[in-house]
């Protein structure tokens, strides 16, 4: 187990280093980094000055090196636009989206496995037609869109929550159920999916035939072993909402991640993108490690 343990921390080391190295390089990409970042109206002096104080005439491996160095410290520079060291900035937007996702990903993940287990026990009956309908339409209406339908039926039509802002449990209604739709159809096909497979299999069919009511042959023996690429697919959309549901926040005024990544790329606040790019990568990595890990202890074979 430590073996295996120290194989993936290692790869996941080499991942963020080599996330890490995309990020500082994209600095450089469009041209001279500190003319971009400077007013349009910036004199030339004033351009090399920036680009001396920020050391942008250092070797670009002695930049990526101080770059790492001050990442690790968890200093990722001052924001060009709020004048403010970057972590701070992030930090303050953290629990905004944490209480976002942590909410769309929890009525998400309860109303999947509900549609999923009633569509796979009554599989190719009208119960299991109408959750697969609803899933597929869940998975094709854009985020956008539903947002937008929302606050004009239910806040604009009916009054019954605000259209936007951040505060009380009734801002956050709209906008958890507009990002959680997406989330709960993606669900409830991978457990009727696995869940049906499940069923079929010699084990299921024996505890049936011992006399176990289906309720129990259903949550005691087929859906512990239906809940593996579950696991898999909620860790991952759990990193991709810490990142920032961007398209969510902006709609609904909800102040998180995604809404400051917009207003530093509109900015053109460099160490402020790179820093959220780097820590939803970072957040990516680390629950993919945790869930390799998680499967370890479950299923022995995975150490293989």
Not at 173 to 197: D, F
């Amino acid at each position: 187990m430590i073996g295996f343990l120290v194989h993936r921390l290692g790869w996941s080391v080499l991942v963020l280093l080599g996330v890490a190295a995309l990020v500082f390089c994209s600095l450089f990409l469009t041209g001279d980094p500190a003319a971009l970042m400077m007013p349009p109206d910036a004199s030339r002096a004033e351009i090399a000055a920036f680009r001396h104080a920020m050391g942008f005439d250092d070797p670009l491996a002695v930049q990526f090196l101080r770059y790492l160095l001050a990442a690790l410290r968890g200093d990722f520079g001052i924001s060009l636009r709020f004048h403010q060291p970057v972590l701070g900035l992030i930090l303050e937007r953290l629990p905004a989206t944490a209480l976002l996702a942590v909410t769309a990903l929890g009525w998400s993940t309860i109303a999947g496995f509900v549609f999923g287990i009633v569509a796979a026990v009554n599989a190719g009956k009208w119960s299991d037609l109408a959750v697969r309908l609803i899933a597929l339409s869940g998975q094709a209406i854009p985020v956008f869109w539903l947002g937008l339908l929302l606050i004009l039926v239910v806040s604009l039509h009916w009054h019954w929550l605000p259209t936007g802002g951040y505060g009380t449990p009734a801002h956050l209604v709209l906008p958890a159920l507009s990002l959680g739709a997406y989330y709960m159809s993606a669900v409830t096909r991978l457990v009727r999916v696995s869940l049906i497979e499940t069923l079929r299999q010699d084990y299921v069919r024996t505890a049936r035939a011992k006399g176990l009511r289906e309720r129990r042959v259903v949550i005691r023996h087929a859906l512990r072993n239906a809940l593996a690429p579950v696991l898999t697919v909620q860790a991952m959309q759990f990193a991709s909402l810490l990142g920032g549901a961007l398209v969510t926040e902006l709609i609904f005024a909800w102040p998180g991640i995604g809404r400051l990544a917009v207003q530093a790329l509109q900015n053109r606040d460099f160490p402020l993108v790179q820093a959220i790019v780097l820590l939803a990568a970072t957040t990516f990595v680390v629950v993919n490690m945790l869930v390799d890990v998680a499967y370890a202890v479950l299923n022995p074979r995975v150490r293989l």
